[in-house]
């Protein structure tokens, strides 16, 4: 079975998967859509859950919405055909920020993510609470991805 990792224009991804940060982790799903050969737009969401009680994070500083952009360069890079490399940009509830990524397929339909994303600009530049700073720093996530 040949494995494509990203296809281009039609192509359609969903992840679900664990997000790991400072002070808490969480769970998040993404969708991906092919514009063209190497690049896609989609939009992910995730909710931290294991938070510590100190912290008195509430829903709004547990959620987190993204709208993002992907540079699908698997194929720019030439490599295996059952991996991608995804860089991009992402605009979210709380930030303006980038992230890079890397999926690989076991079949033409399952693979696995992996994810880091950081804030460039955040949208309070005040000093932050421990609280306010869940989805709005470094996160690592990783999981299930499927074609569909």
Same mark, same amino acid.
């Given at each position: 079975?040949?494995a494509?990792?990203f296809?281009?224009?039609?192509d359609?991804?969903f992840q679900?998967g664990a997000s790991?940060q400072d002070?808490g982790t969480?769970? %998040? +799903? %993404?969708y ?5 050969e190497?690049f896609s737009?989609?939009?992910?969401t995730?909710?931290?859950?294991g938070?510590e009680?100190?912290i008195? *994070?509430? /829903?709004g ?5 993204? +709208?993002r /952009?992907? *540079? ?6 030439n490599?295996?055909d059952a991996v ?5 940009l992402?605009?979210?509830?709380k930030q303006?920020?980038?992230h ?8 033409d339909?399952f693979?696995?993510?992996?994810? /880091?994303?950081?804030?460039?600009a ?7 609470s421990d609280?306010?700073l869940?989805n709005?720093?470094?996160v690592f996530?990783?999981? *299930?991805?499927?074609?569909?």
């Open positions: 079975m040949n494509q990792a296809d281009g224009k039609g359609s991804k679900v790991f002070n969480g769970i %998040t +799903a %993404t991906d859509y092919g514009l063209g190497n737009i989609g939009v992910s995730g909710y931290v859950l938070v009680e100190a008195d *994070a509430d /829903f500083d547990r959620i987190n919405v993204v +709208a /952009f992907n *540079a699908n360069i698997g194929s720019v890079l490599i295996d991608d490399i995804y860089p991009g992402n605009l979210s509830l303006f920020g980038g890079i990524g890397g999926r690989y397929f076991f079949s339909g693979g696995i993510f992996t994810e /880091f994303s950081v804030p460039f955040k949208y309070n530049n005040d000093i932050l609280a306010e869940l709005n720093q470094f996530g990783l999981g *299930a991805v499927f074609n569909l």
